[in-house]
């Protein structure tokens, strides 16, 4: 069984500053982690994705999110914040577990505001 | 490339009318799926395939009916349809399992009165 929780369902940064999106996840078997972003009424969108290579990884648009095992997470970060930025994020886990029900297990989302 | 495509966008539905969400990919994906977000929520896997002639249940697949006699094509089928199942459908494909991210269509939002 796998789960995954972002811990906040609204961020609001000012443009320029830092943005950071927490995500902790729980898996039975070494997960491959991903951050999709959805922009409204649009479909969802690859940021990055972590498959047990380098712990910190980087996705497009300046955005990079860091696997820590110990501490099951796998946050989502920006130095600087745009206002084209704004949009719901989603932290989804897939679990390796071999069979075909490897399914997206998704988060509930985080709706990051961006204020001028 | 397309990548995968969904149609329609949108639809609206009378309670107890059927429809068929159409998906199709032309990436030779194995693997598909489709799932439903409800506002404010994740997506929830209905039913998926892992290669044409082979589908199986998702969480939530109550309702629904799918079939994938091909690779490219894998049509969700609503018989009875029901105002619960008002929301936006995405249909995803993957090469594989574990380590690969999905390829998403860009929906089909759904309302049924």
């Known amino acids: 069984a796998q789960s995954v929780t972002q811990l906040d369902s609204h961020v609001s940064v000012s443009e320029g500053t830092p943005v950071l999106l927490r995500c902790n996840y729980s898996?039975?078997?070494?997960?491959?982690l991903f951050w999709y972003v959805q922009h409204p009424n649009k479909g969802l969108q690859l940021l990055l994705k972590?498959?047990?290579?380098?712990?910190l990884v980087k996705g497009i648009n300046g955005f990079e999110a860091e696997f820590k095992k110990s501490e099951t997470s796998f946050h989502l970060t920006k130095p600087s914040a745009h206002m084209s930025d704004a949009a719901e994020y989603f932290c989804?886990?897939?679990?390796?577990?071999?069979?075909?029900?490897?399914?997206?297990?998704f988060g509930k989302g985080t709706h990051l505001i961006i204020q001028p | 490339n397309a990548g995968v495509t969904q149609t329609p966008k949108f639809r609206i539905l009378k309670i107890g009318q059927s429809m068929t969400l159409q998906c199709t990919q032309d990436?030779?994906?194995?693997?598909m799926y489709w799932y439903r977000q409800d506002p404010g929520m994740g997506l929830k896997l209905i039913y998926y395939?892992?290669?044409?002639?082979?589908?199986d249940k998702g969480e939530v697949p109550n309702g629904y009916n799918v079939s994938r006699s091909t690779t490219e094509d894998f049509p969700l089928r609503l018989e009875l349809a029901a105002p619960s199942q008002t929301s936006v459908y995405f249909c995803?494909?993957?090469?594989?399992?574990?380590?690969?991210?999905?390829?998403f269509g860009s929906g089909t939002r759904l309302t049924v009165v």
């Open positions: 898996s039975s078997y070494s997960p491959s």
């Open positions: 989804v886990v897939r679990g390796n577990s071999g069979g075909g029900a490897d399914g997206l297990t």
């Open positions: 972590y498959t047990s290579a380098a712990t």
């Open positions: 990436m030779n994906h194995n693997y």
């Open positions: 395939s892992v290669g044409a002639g082979i589908t």
């Open positions: 995803a494909s993957s090469t594989g399992t574990g380590v690969y991210g999905y390829t």
